[in-house]
């Protein structure tokens, strides 16, 4: 069955430096959602990419994340001067649809900041 | 702004018996609702989904109800087995993004 694949799933940065989570969304999907967990706390909604840009994103997706696809396979995250809150889970998802149509996650990257 | 609760943190069930969780909803606009399942270490993993104008959706061993006079989603597992223990979240769908409930882990007793 396919999947979304994300790499690495554990990732230790220090504080103020960036960091690029990846992920590889199901092939044939053409909408895809980065989220985040932070321990303990429900699962939050960051942006969602479709067409080569941003379709929407949330408080939390501040000047400081950027996504980006660079080719027909990977699906980015950056995080620029990370910070001690900015660690959690962090999710990758796609969907074949923007609507009604299930979102498929991968199994997250834990991002550490220290 | 949105707001989805569950109502039990934690549901504890004996093998074999059936499982029901439950979750409520604020935003009446929403017309999607997902329920995923999550095991340690893994990301959430799609059980079933129900659009705002079905009331009943069933799969394999599992039914989803939709309520939505009262905004209440509940998730039903037949004849629950050990490898049904997780945390089972319901989501719902508004605009692009999806608003995640907080949880409700299910424990399975052999």
């Known amino acids: 069955e396919p999947e979304v694949t994300q790499t690495p799933s554990h990732q230790v940065t220090q504080m103020g430096q960036e960091v690029i989570l990846r992920c590889v969304p199901i092939s044939n999907h053409l909408y895809f959602y980065w989220y985040r967990q932070i321990l303990g706390q429900k699962v939050e909604f960051l942006v969602s990419?479709?067409?080569?840009?941003?379709?929407?994103k949330s408080e939390i997706f501040d000047d400081q994340f950027s996504v980006e696809r660079p080719d027909g396979s990977n699906f980015t995250l950056k995080i620029r001067s990370t910070k001690l809150e900015d660690s959690a889970m962090y999710f990758c998802?796609?969907?074949?649809?923007?609507?009604?149509?299930?979102?498929?996650f991968g199994d997250g990257t834990r991002l550490s900041i220290l | 702004g949105e707001s989805v609760g569950l109502h039990l943190p934690t549901l504890s069930v004996q093998e074999g018996d059936n499982s029901i969780i439950n979750c409520a909803y604020s935003n009446s606009a929403s017309d999607y609702f997902i329920w995923y399942k999550q095991e340690s270490g893994k990301g959430p993993q799609f059980i079933i989904d129900i659009r705002s104008n079905m009331d009943k959706r069933q799969g394999q061993r599992v039914t989803v109800l939709l309520n939505k006079t009262v905004k209440h989603l509940s998730l039903q597992i037949a004849a629950t087995q050990p490898g049904d223990s997780a945390v089972y979240f319901c989501?719902?769908?508004?605009?692009?993004?999806?608003?995640f409930g907080g949880g409700t882990r299910l424990m399975v007793k052999p």
């Open positions: 990419f479709y067409n080569n840009e941003i379709s929407e």
């Open positions: 998802a796609s969907s074949d649809g923007g609507s009604w149509q299930p979102q498929h």
């Open positions: 989501a719902l769908e508004a605009g692009n993004m999806l608003t």
